[in-house]
């Protein structure tokens, strides 16, 4: 167990709807990650936060957006969903001390199944 | 552009035989290697990472890696497989020049260990 937890475990849905990932991050952890994982596209980077504010993006869509709380946790916010975004999402988080070097612990995941 | 490969999308190894599964890695700056390893329906577990320092790293379970500057690659190897390391392997990359929030991923490598 990586301490990082995600919510829901399982989200299944409709094309153009709308829905929310949660992820409370390692105790003490500042920065959060978003990665999605496909069977086409592998595993991709998608947002960083740390304490707060955006620190870097990746391969995020424009209908996609992520928040940091002042508690911590994070969000990821998916809309106007299409078939193509059915995949595992996950969440990571590190102590954002180290920078490049931090080792980051995952989450368990968020299989979202776009019908 | 920065990227890593996994040129073999599955190993097979017999139980007690040494394991080898490869990465090899393309950055601008200094590289920082990591190893992950994902069971089915789980997240990632960190289980290495090159920083700095001595080419042969050793991390959790066992499994150890080593850096190789002059042929870019980050191999991991374990000197006896057991069945319960049959698990998708990732390895990812970060530079500290450009785009260094990002962590670049491998295909990954699906190891079987047979009985």
């Known amino acids: 167990d990586s301490g990082v937890t995600q919510t829901p475990k399982h989200l299944i849905t409709a094309t153009g709807q709308r829905v929310t990932l949660r992820c409370s991050p390692r105790?003490?952890?500042?920065?959060v990650y978003w990665y999605q994982q496909s069977l086409d596209q592998g595993l991709q980077f998608l947002i960083q936060y740390y304490n707060g504010e955006e620190r870097a993006k990746g391969n995020i869509l424009e209908r996609f957006s992520a928040q940091q709380f002042p508690d911590l946790h994070s969000e990821l916010n998916l809309s106007s969903l299409e078939l193509g975004d059915s995949a595992l999402y996950f969440c990571?988080?590190?102590?954002?001390?180290?920078?490049?070097?931090?080792?980051?612990?995952f989450g368990p995941g968020t299989r979202l199944t776009v019908l | 552009a920065q990227s890593v490969a996994q040129p073999e999308d599955q190993v097979n190894v017999a139980e007690g035989n040494p394991l080898t599964v490869k990465c090899t890695y393309s950055?601008?700056?200094?590289?920082?290697l990591f190893w992950y390893v994902q069971y089915p329906n789980r997240g990632l577990q960190f289980l290495l990472k090159y920083i700095t320092g001595d080419n042969l790293v050793k991390g959790s379970y066992g499994f150890e890696a080593e850096f190789n500057k002059s042929q870019t690659s980050f191999h991991l190897k374990k000197p006896s497989a057991l069945v319960s390391d049959s698990a998708l392997y990732f390895c990812?990359?970060?530079?500290?020049?450009?785009?260094?929030?990002?962590?670049?991923f491998g295909s990954g490598t699906k190891l079987n260990v047979k009985p």
């Open positions: 950055v601008s700056g200094n590289p920082y």
């Open positions: 990812a990359v970060r530079a500290f020049k450009y785009n260094f929030n990002k962590f670049y």
């Open positions: 105790s003490g952890d500042l920065s």
């Open positions: 990571a988080s590190s102590d954002g001390t180290s920078g490049v070097t931090d080792t980051q612990y």
